[in-house]
Each structure stands twice: as structure tokens, then as C-alpha cells.
């Protein structure tokens, strides 16, 4: 017996898991709506660029393959070729929607430290073996997905559920989001130790932001991750094989978050930007285009932040010995 024979015998299969999915899409809807005005501000209305490009398909490609497999539950008319389709898609559309996020982060990372280049093929050299891992893992985990009878699973037309395996193919992901977040953690570290002075940390700067959105990044990305572990053990056909969407959500959420958050920064006044005249002559802030933290558009959103080497000091004393000097020199051009 097919799937499409297995669907006419039930209607209410569809049920459980094609709304476990609809709720997971719900989320992402939300929070673009919620982010559409940065997004316009941010995205849309500024030049075209490599983090830009990452963005708009992390968002709206995610969007895509939870909203086709939503229609895919729904459907009853499905035929066993297409629900085969459905099986091969969500795991391609989980690694996509991976690859986009990672590299996002990446390059904000590449941006952190400055363009350099060690760190830049260290991370494409463990983001290759971490895919490599997954592909391998993917080949002999996937095959293996529990199949369940009608009266047994009620969760999709399309009746097949996660399988146990898929905790392994999770672990290359998590090491490798791990070493992604340790970086952020120290360059953060190293920002403080440079700029503060043993202040505390300003929170509206750019490092600060950069920083906080990772680690909600990567809060999101391992809860949604053993969420689903855990809901595939209990219940691997109806809810399980539908909570992968809900870490589709996840991590699309928190990686264009990690995008508007820092050109926010990035366009926020800065002590250098300030838009005030300066009433004391004691200490001029001279602004530096800088692309660190920041992708190829810099120039049109100034500095990301203040470098202490960029301060120049300019005491009244100064200023007076400015002044001498110059009518000494008018002077003598007089008399010459």
C-alpha cells in the first residue's frame, strides 16, 4: 500500500504534523514582519553587497522550503513519488539553510578580525570538513527513517518520521557553531582589553552587539536542535519529523538578526559623529573609515566605532603656540 492509498484510508493524518510546521512558519512570518522596516532601512535602500545577498536568501529561501513543506502535509492528494520527494528535500533544504548561516556569520567574523586571512581559510578549511562530516553522516543516518502505520502515526500524508541516527549528524554543526561563537567570544575579549580601559562594556557598540546576537544565535540553534532530538525520541514519526522546521526558523531568525543588529550600530552616532559642535577644544575625535566588523559599504555608514589611536589631543596650550606660530610667520612675510 502506497502513501497516496495510506492518506484516502485517513484523512485526519495530516493533521498533528502539517500544523507542527505551520506554527514553526508562523515564527518566521512574525519576525519579519517585526524586522521589515530595518530591513527596507538597511537592506533595500543601500548598496548591493556580499552580506546584503547572504541575507535576502537566508531569509526568504528558508521562508520557501518550510512553507513547501507545510503545503506538502497538508496536501491528501500526494502521490508516493512526491512524498519521496518531500524526504529528500527537507534534509537538502536543512543543509542549505545551514550553509547560508554559516557563512553569514563567518564573514561578520572575517569582517571582526580585520580581513585576516589565516582566519578567514581556517574557517572555510573546518566549514568544508564540517559538510563533509554531515554528507557522510546524512548518507548512512537518512535512509533509515521510521516508518509508521496510519492508526500508529496520524502525523502526515507523507508517513515517515525522523530517524534515531540523526543526533550524530547534529554533532558536526554544533562543534563547528562552537568554534564560530569561542572566536566572536575572543576577539570581544581582545576589544575590551584594547578600548575600555577597564571600563564596562559599552553596550551600543558595535562589538558589544556583534557579540550579544551570536550567543542568542547560538542559544536558538542548540535549543531548537534539542528540542528536536527530544521530540524524535519520544515521538519520532508525529511530532518529530516536523520539528526540523522549527530550527529552520531558528536559525534563519537569529542570523539576520546578527545582520540588521550590526549595520544598526554601524549607523548609530559615534563619539567621532556626534553631530554637535564641540564647545571645549581639549580632546578632537578624528573619524576613521573603518571596515572591521563591517561589510564593503563602510564608506557610506562612517566609522563602526572610535579607535583610542585615532584621539589626537589638543590642549588650550597647544592651541595658544598654534596661534603664535602662525602670526609670527604673517609677520615676517610682511616684512620681507
Known amino acids: 500500500m502506497d502513501f497516496a492509498e495510506l492518506a484516502a484510508q485517513d484523512g485526519r493524518q495530516t493533521t498533528p504534523q502539517a500544523f507542527c510546521k505551520l506554527a514553526s512558519i508562523s515564527w518566521l512570518v512574525y519576525d519579519i514582519f517585526l524586522t521589515f522596516g530595518d530591513e527596507v532601512e538597511y537592506i533595500w535602500k543601500r548598496r548591493w553587497s556580499l552580506t546584503k545577498a547572504l541575507y ?115 554533532i558536526p554543526a554544533v562543534l563547528y557553531e562552537s568554534w ?16 575600555s580601559n577597564g571600563k564596562a562594556l559599552d553596550t551600543a557598540s558595535i562589538v558589544f552587539i556583534v557579540i550579544r546576537d551570536n550567543i542568542v544565535y547560538y542559544v536558538l540553534m542548540i535549543g531548537s536542535i534539542l528540542v528536536f532530538i527530544i521530540i524524535i525520541r519520544i515521538a519520532p514519526v508525529s511530532p518529530g519529523e516536523a520539528a526540523i522546521s522549527f530550527a529552520h526558523s531558528a536559525t534563519a531568525i537569529g542570523a539576520c538578526r546578527i545582520v540588521l543588529n550590526s549595520l544598526r550600530a554601524a549607523d548609530a552616532p559615534t563619539p567621532g559623529n556626534s553631530g554637535a ?36 589631543a589638543s590642549s588650550p596650550e597647544t592651541s595658544r603656540r598654534e596661534a603664535e606660530r602662525q602670526q609670527l610667520a604673517s609677520s615676517r612675510s610682511g616684512l620681507t
Not at 564560530?180 to 578600548?195: C, I, N, P
Not at 581639549?282 to 566605532?305: I, K, N, P, W
Open 56 to 170: 535576502l536568501l537566508t531569509r526568504y529561501t528558508t521562508f520557501a522550503i518550510i512553507l513547501y513543506s507545510v503545503v506538502a502535509n497538508m496536501r491528501l492528494d500526494v502521490s508516493d513519488a512526491e512524498c519521496r520527494f518531500v524526504f529528500i528535500f527537507e534534509p537538502a533544504g536543512t543543509f542549505w539553510i545551514l550553509l547560508l548561516v554559516q557563512a553569514i556569520i563567518q564573514y561578520r567574523i572575517y569582517m571582526m578580525y580585520g580581513k585576516d586571512r589565516t582566519i578567514k581559510w581556517l574557517n572555510i578549511g573546518l566549514w568544508v570538513v564540517e559538510f563533509a562530516a554531515l554528507a557522510v553522516l546524512a548518507v548512512f543516518v537518512l535512509p533509515h527513517g521510521h516508518s509508521g502505520e496510519v492508526e500508529d502515526a496520524l502525523g502526515s500524508v507523507c508517513n515517515r518520521g525522523a530517524p534515531g541516527g540523526i543526533l550524530y549528524i547534529a
Open 277 to 312: 559642535y564641540p564647545t571645549q577644544p581639549t580632546m578632537v575625535f578624528q573619524r576613521r573609515t573603518s571596515e572591521t566588523m563591517l561589510d564593503e559599504d563602510a564608506h557610506e555608514r562612517g566609522v563602526d566605532y572610535v579607535e583610542m589611536d585615532d584621539l589626537s
Open 180 to 195: 564560530l561563537l569561542a572566536l566572536v567570544l575572543r576577539r570581544g575579549v581582545q576589544e575590551y582589553k584594547r578600548h
